[in-house]
């Protein structure tokens, strides 16, 4: 074995029955509300940018400007929230997110021009990526391992519920005038920040933030309150003091912690230039994850879906924007059969049926658009196969690497850098989605509509290689120990299909093996 390389004990097994707190079930609720924020916003914008280019008289290039510079913006906040998280709590940030994106929306709603309009999404952007980075974070960090997979899963179904109600938004308010329908669509987002400031004011501190800065006994309620037993709040606390520097065996309430790890100075420091090797892995899965999650086309797929179904053949405004509704629900119920399936089958056999499910989705459908545009008369079945893999590639972005961006990256960093490090794989999300939302439109002006989806089919294969090759199993083990599946990635891999195939030829099927 090489150095550096613990051995997996046989009784760290991932368990087949996953139990649940309900105290946390409820807490990871209420924080993936402010993920509602950046669901409603792709959801509104999808059918609003059709009345505001009626409105305005603006060309497809502002269109696309407009609808995708949120992400760039949203850089911004998912910048700060990293530290601003370390410094002010979770909650409160949450809070903070809440707080930009009332006032974006509210902009929104009164903007007169298109540049009032602008600086509105630039508000609202930065709420976005305040509460991007922050639900995702506490979640991880108040949820039992048993269920976690579960519930870090939750800030995607909240993602797609936004989505959803913006949907539902967009064929509400379509029958108001034009310059009415529009702002009632993005105004109306001010309702789901409001409920989630009051609702922040009922949760728990995250308690590795409470150990972090050497407040022991208020970390140790929320760990009572938040474990299946007593035992396991012992050892989750125990296990965190560990890695925030504290020795396990300290008894007081409060302890006095350094103000750089109160802090999270020096995080990015460690993170680039004086990384670990395990930390160089994890650092390289984060970003990879965030990147061919957004690579791959879903924003083009959910907020162009109008588009799509108009070059699909389809010209009702009501019929388009019902087809839209269609997208919503499929994709909020599939992320809904993840949350059950990420803590029973793990990690990796999700992302990778995803990944290969988008791949073979978004060939078809530009198989079909190519048919349909190159075709003089109606192509019935073109049609209908196009409408279903727009649905088949939201279904299969569901069940893995839609929810996996949350789920995975915010639980493979240490604790001393897990903000902030969440905060890097979700800027390299903002500008991949910013890029792609900013050039769908021209992109398919350039090499048309069935070209430019399967580039994205090519983006998701060579997704599925990366992930195949980076990814280890992370289901079942606590915060505290996932560093250590993370380093020599080749030689885990290796190791790890030779001891497959000793198992096969032993009698008791005793082998060790190392998840991968």
Same mark, same amino acid.
């Given at each position: 074995?090489?150095?550096? &390389? ?5 009784? /760290? +097994? ?11 079930? *409820? ?11 950046? =669901?409603?916003? !792709? ?6 940018? !059709?009345?505001?280019? @009626? ?8 269109? &696309?400007?407009?609808?995708? #510079? !949120?992400?760039?913006? /949203? ?5 700060? +929230? ?6 002010? =709590? ?15 929306? $509210? ?53 797609? %519920? ?50 972090? @800065? ?16 007593? &035992?396991?709040? @012992? ?19 409060? *302890? ?30 984060? *970003? ?24 699909? =053949? ?14 919503? !629900?499929?994709?909020?119920?599939? #992320? ?47 049609? *209908? ?21 949350? $789920?995975?990256?915010?639980?493979? %960093? ?7 490090g969440v905060s890097v794989g979700i800027i390299a999300n903002r500008i991949t989605s910013g890029v792609v939302t900013m050039t769908f ?7 048309? #509509? ?13 997704? %599925? ?6 990814f280890p199993e992370t289901r079942g083990r606590n915060l505290e120990d996932v560093e250590g599946l993370f380093g020599n990635l080749l ?26």
């Amino acid at each position: 074995m090489a150095d550096g &390389e613990p051995e997996t004990p046989p009784d /760290s +097994a991932p368990p087949t029955t996953p139990k649940r707190n309900n105290y946390a079930f *409820v807490c990871a609720t209420m924080a993936s509300m402010a993920s509602v924020l950046l =669901g409603y916003d !792709i959801g509104v914008m999808s059918g609003a940018v !059709i009345f505001i280019k @009626q409105d305005f008289g603006i060309s497809d290039v502002k269109v &696309e400007i407009l609808v995708g #510079i !949120i992400s760039l913006y /949203s850089i911004i906040g998912a910048a700060a +929230a990293g530290r601003t998280s370390d410094w002010i =709590g979770r909650r409160y940030t949450m809070a903070l997110a809440a707080a930009f994106f009332f006032v974006g929306a $509210v902009l929104m709603g009164l903007a007169t021009n298109y540049s009032f309009l602008m600086f509105g999404r630039f508000v609202a952007g930065i709420g976005i990526g305040y509460g991007g980075l922050i639900a995702s974070v506490y979640t991880a960090e108040i949820s039992p391992a048993s269920s976690r997979g579960c519930l870090t899963s939750f800030p995607e179904v909240f993602i797609n %519920f936004g989505i959803l109600l913006g949907y539902v938004s967009n064929f509400v308010f379509s029958k108001l005038p034009t310059h009415l329908s529009w702002r009632f669509m993005l105004g109306i987002g001010v309702i789901p920040s409001a409920i989630l400031v009051l609702v922040v004011l009922t949760m728990p501190e995250s308690p590795r933030w409470l150990v972090m @800065q050497g407040r022991i006994g208020e970390a140790k309620r929320v760990l009572d309150r938040t474990s299946i037993s007593i &035992e396991e709040s @012992q050892q989750r606390l125990a296990d965190i003091k560990i890695a925030a520097g504290i020795s396990p065996d300290c008894t007081d309430d409060v *302890v006095p912690v350094p103000n750089r790890s109160r802090h999270g100075e020096n995080v990015l420091r460690e993170l680039f230039l004086h990384s670990t090797p395990s930390v160089r892995h994890i650092l390289i899965a984060a *970003v990879g994850l965030h990147f061919f999650q957004q690579a791959s086309g879903v924003d083009a797929v959910v907020l162009y879906s109008p588009r799509i179904f108009e070059k699909a =053949g389809i010209t009702s405004y009501d019929h388009i924007l019902l087809a839209t509704v269609a997208v919503g !629900i499929t994709k909020t119920a599939f #992320i809904l059969v993840a949350t059950f399936l990420l803590d029973r089958i793990g990690r990796r056999p999700l992302i990778l049926t995803s990944v290969a499910g988008k791949t073979i989705s978004l060939t078809i459908l530009g198989f079909s658009l190519t048919i349909i545009n190159n075709s003089h008369v109606e192509v019935t079945w073109a049609i *209908v196969l196009c409408f279903a893999m727009v649905l088949s590639d939201v279904a299969f972005f569901s069940i893995g690497m839609g929810p996996m961006a949350s $789920v995975y990256s915010s639980e493979i %960093f240490p604790l001393r850098l897990r903000a902030q490090g969440v905060s890097v794989g979700i800027i390299a999300n903002r500008i991949t989605s910013g890029v792609v939302t900013m050039t769908f439109l021209s992109l398919y002006q350039a090499i048309t #509509i069935g070209g430019a989806f399967f580039l994205y089919a090519g983006i998701a294969a060579a997704g %599925f290689v990366f992930f195949y090759v980076v990814f280890p199993e992370t289901r079942g083990r606590n915060l505290e120990d996932v560093e250590g599946l993370f380093g020599n990635l080749l030689w885990k891999l290796k190791k790890d299909k030779s001891r497959s195939k000793r198992s096969m030829n032993d009698v008791d099927g005793s082998s060790i093996q190392l998840q991968v």
